[in-house]
């Protein structure tokens, strides 16, 4: 299947699915990348922490504005990437036809990427050069 559309999930949709969303933006810039977040944080810009970082590889995130995942989304995306198994079990039974096409965005590692939310700047920093690693793994892939 041809990967057009990609979504990237969290919880908040302020921390790193925001992160990633940029990351695939900057390395696949004709594809359609999107973030929502499972319990997303609606209307909230992207955590300062997380926007430092990137910042700091010289992207900025000042655009980005959170949302709530909904079945339209899901239905839009060829890809889905979520940060935790427990996310894409969430997103598998709440939306069944999201199997076959959710996949933790650190698959290829057989990872999931821990939420920094409310951690120190420290924090932010490893989980943004590991969401940085699984772009590029899935970039490699796609």
């Not at 339209?72 to 995306?77: F, S, Y």
């Not at 932010?124 to 899935?138: G, H, P, R, S, Y």
Request: with cysteine; charged share 20%.
């Amino acid at each position: 299947m041809q990967i057009q559309n990609i979504l990237v999930v969290c919880i908040g949709n302020i921390c790193r699915s925001p992160m990633a969303e940029y990351f695939f933006k900057q390395e696949l810039p004709h594809l359609k990348i999107h973030s929502a977040g499972i319990s997303g944080l609606v209307g909230h810009p992207a955590d300062e922490k997380a926007q430092h970082c990137m910042a700091e590889l010289g992207i900025q995130m000042q655009a980005h504005v959170a949302r709530k995942l909904n079945a339209e989304l899901i239905k839009q995306a060829d890809l889905i990437l979520v940060m935790s198994q427990n996310q894409q079990k969430h997103v598998e039974q709440t939306w069944p036809f999201a199997k076959g096409k959710t996949f933790r965005l650190g698959h290829w590692q057989g990872r999931n990427v821990a939420d920094p939310y409310q951690k120190d700047q420290e924090t932010f920093n490893e989980a943004c050069a590991l969401i940085q690693q699984c772009v590029t793994d899935w970039k490699n892939h796609i």
